[in-house]
């Protein structure tokens, strides 16, 4: 497998559930990352991870929101009592530090709905 | 004002045409920028990165960047229907996080 994953690929859920999205990497990149999509925007950052370490989290990321790479090799993204405005798609991407200028490479993404 | 601003679309030519897609940034220490395409319900896919002043050729992509005037540009030689998309402009001032601006869509009519 050349290219990153994520599960699951479409999610419904209510208003105030718990969800748990995981994302895996491509096998060599030790950077992934968490994005935010809203239809008409850009991807917005959430937070990074370089191995297990969770190296920056950007402020949208409420406390509601936790993120987790244990052994620096797939990640856990966990939305608690989710809000309607927690619908949008949730990307993750990974990258090889000095490899591409750091490009990083998206997963096919997370569509989440709540209800 | 976002830190990464792309020019508003949609924008529409014809199939051969040139399609020339705009993005200007505010962090004058950004060291990366990269030009995604993203079609709709689809993740964002790498087109090409650009990192030093100048022009740099991929086949019928062209990137340009002129740091001094915090631009970053993308060219589409002789666009097909099958660009018809979204294009994502991303901006890293360091090892880490990608900056997005909100996109162009780009429409090619056959």
């Known amino acids: 497998d050349t290219g990153v994953s994520q599960n699951p690929r479409h999610k419904i859920t209510k208003r105030g559930q718990n969800v748990t999205f995981r994302c895996d990497p491509i096998?060599?990149?030790?950077?992934l990352y968490w994005y935010r999509q809203t239809l008409g925007q850009g991807p917005e950052f959430l937070t990074y991870?370089?191995?297990?370490?969770?190296?920056?989290k950007s402020r949208l990321l409420s406390d509601r929101f936790s993120a987790e790479r244990p052994k620096g090799s797939f990640s856990t993204l966990e939305i608690q009592r989710t809000e309607q405005g927690d619908s949008a798609m949730y990307l993750c991407?990974?990258?090889?530090?000095?490899?591409?200028?750091?490009?990083?490479?998206f997963g096919p993404g997370t569509r989440l709905l709540v209800l | 004002q976002k830190e990464v601003e792309q020019n508003s679309g949609p924008l529409s030519v014809p199939e051969g045409a040139i399609a020339s897609l705009n993005c200007t940034y505010s962090?004058?220490?950004?060291?990366?920028f990269f030009w995604y395409r993203q079609y709709s319900g689809k993740s964002p896919e790498l087109i090409m990165f650009?990192?030093?002043?100048g022009d740099k050729e991929d086949g019928r992509f062209t990137a340009q960047l002129n740091k001094a005037s915090q631009y970053v540009s993308l060219l589409i030689r002789d666009s097909q229907p099958s660009d018809s998309a979204t294009y994502l402009c991303?901006?890293?001032?360091?090892?880490?996080?990608?900056?997005f601006g909100d996109g162009t869509t780009l429409t090619v009519k056959p």
């Open positions: 991407a990974s990258s090889r530090p000095g490899h591409l200028q750091e490009t990083q490479y």
């Open positions: 096998s060599e990149h030790n950077r």
């Open positions: 991870f370089q191995n297990e370490a969770q190296l920056e």
């Open positions: 962090d004058r220490g950004s060291q990366s």
């Open positions: 650009i990192y030093s002043n």
């Open positions: 991303a901006v890293n001032f360091n090892a880490g996080k990608s900056t």
